[in-house]
């Protein structure tokens, strides 16, 4: 099992920048992607941006690819989302998602996903 928390949520302007932390439990964490996924009021959870388990492939979502960047230490068993230049429609609530070890290439889907966050909410205001 991995417990998932996530931190870093906020109010911000549009422009600015904020870093969302997710925080894991568990001695696999380092054999895991990782995600982050969102969710706006009304709409489905969508993809945000991945990590593979040694943290040399990440994969974005084009709404977000050359804003936002995801990281992982696992040293600190920690995923990190850097978002910078924040627009309103980036206000959602984030998510951390894990993965077990897959054959699988698919990081895009809610469905790849094995353990999931509470979330925490990120409000851009224009």
């Known amino acids: 099992q991995v417990q998932l928390v996530e931190s870093g949520g906020g109010l911000v302007q549009t422009g600015n920048s904020l870093r969302l932390s997710c925080a894991a439990s568990?001695?696999?964490?380092?054999?895991?992607?990782l995600g982050w996924f969102r969710q706006a009021p009304g709409k489905e959870r969508e993809f945000v941006a991945a990590v593979t388990w040694n943290g040399v492939n990440t994969y974005y979502a084009d709404s977000v690819k050359g804003r936002f960047t995801i990281s992982r230490d696992n040293a600190k068993n920690t995923v990190y989302l850097q978002m910078n230049s924040l627009k309103p429609e980036d206000t959602a609530v984030y998510y951390c998602?894990?993965?077990?070890?897959?054959?699988?290439?698919?990081?895009?889907?809610?469905?790849?996903?094995?353990?999931w966050g509470q979330g925490t909410q990120v409000t851009v205001s224009s």
């Open positions: 568990g001695r696999t964490f380092s054999s895991y992607s």
């Open positions: 998602a894990a993965r077990r070890p897959s054959y699988s290439t698919s990081y895009y889907s809610t469905g790849n996903y094995d353990f």
